[in-house]
Nanobody
Framework: QVQLVESGGGLVQAGGSLRLSCAAS????????MGWYRQAPGDQRELVAT???????NYEDSVKGRFIISRDNAKNTVYLQMNSLKPEDTSVYYC???????????????WGQGTQVTVSS
């Protein structure tokens, strides 16, 4: 019904940059919020950044000042610009969207397939 397609991951040197994209498609009437999570091997999935429809953002402390989350409402797409990357940022990054269908008050959650980000020392 609703799918999230991620792109932009890869291998980069420490100090470099990457830009992740996540495009949502399907029977979406409105999006409440969009965000990015990450999960390294053996760890729990953790919040990286979120952005609400009103434009307010929230960042995990370790990425503040380095990462920027943004969105394009017309394209139902969320981006994560990652600068000054560190080896500790190495993880699988997952897109997350909270959305509603027309004529419904139910909030749904969808996840992207995940994209690998590897930062070399």
């Amino acid at each position: 019904q609703v799918q999230l397609v991620e792109s932009g991951g890869g291998l980069v040197q420490a100090g470099g940059s990457l830009r992740l994209s996540c495009a949502a498609s399907g029977s979406i009437f409105s999006i409440n919020s969009m965000g990015w999570y990450r999960q390294a091997p053996g760890d729990q999935r953790e919040l990286v950044a979120t952005i609400a429809n009103g434009g307010s953002t929230n960042y995990e402390d370790s990425v503040k000042g380095r990462f920027i989350i943004s969105r394009d409402n017309a394209k139902n797409t969320v981006y994560l610009q990652m600068n000054s990357l560190k080896p500790e940022d190495t993880s699988v990054y997952y897109c997350n969207v909270l959305w509603t269908r027309a004529l419904s008050y139910t909030v749904h959650m969808s996840w992207g397939q995940g994209t690998q980000v590897t930062v070399s020392s």
